[in-house]
């Protein structure tokens, strides 16, 4: 299979000890390409840096987390900002506004999210989205826009509606570990759905997929989630695997 990973912290330090290893057990898995989502202006440097190391399979994005959103987050967009216009970038990311670990920045997140769907505008790169408990929300501050950008829902276990209104404003839905997970209704969602709208993820080293679950995940245990879709819609792996690979090319402007 040939498979994108189009969503993987492989920088943060839970790979300090093997960080080269697990990047290329992920290229000898299939998982060629491995997107970068950003966290802060903190993850800049290792990131980049790891992209630097494998031009051919790492590529950066730029973006500040929602729960990275705090008292000073003008000054860390602001930062970003520089770098953005500077570096070269396949994605805003991740971004977007979580309301389960803490309300406290709801306004504040809010406002960070507008700024930087300015920036995937401006820049026409896509939008990598988090949307823990906020998808009513997310899909309110999107309708502002005249304009929609291209991105992702990274992690969507929304409703089926939640997920025909995402497809419905061209966004793809990216499809992680949870799908695996033995109680997981995002099944059911998906099958109604089919597999032309996924792009498939990771999200390592969280959210591990069976028969991994528990693990620090990886990106070459993106054949498990491939695998699993792949029967999940009664289709042959690789065609699974030439479907979101597609779509996750024409996402993110890759060849």
Sequence with gaps: MNLIDTHTHLYLPEFEADRQDVVQSAIRAGVDKMLLPNIDLSTLTPMLKLAEAFPRHCYPMIGLHPTSVKEDYRQQLDEMFVHLKKGSYVGIGEVGIDLYWDKKFRKEQTEAFRQQIEWALSFNLPLVIHSRESLSLIFSVLEEFPQQPAGVFHSFTGTQDQAEYAIGKGFFLGIGGIVTFKNASLKDTLLSLGPEHLVLETD????????????????????????????????????????????????????
């Design 204 to 255: 390592a080293p969280f959210l591990a997929p069976v028969p991994k679950r528990g693990r620090r995940n990886e990106s070459s245990y993106l054949i498990y989630i491939a695998q699993f879709l792949a029967d999940l819609f009664s289709i042959n792996p690789d065609t699974l695997a030439d479907i979101t690979t597609r779509n996750a090319l024409k996402l993110f402007s890759l060849t």
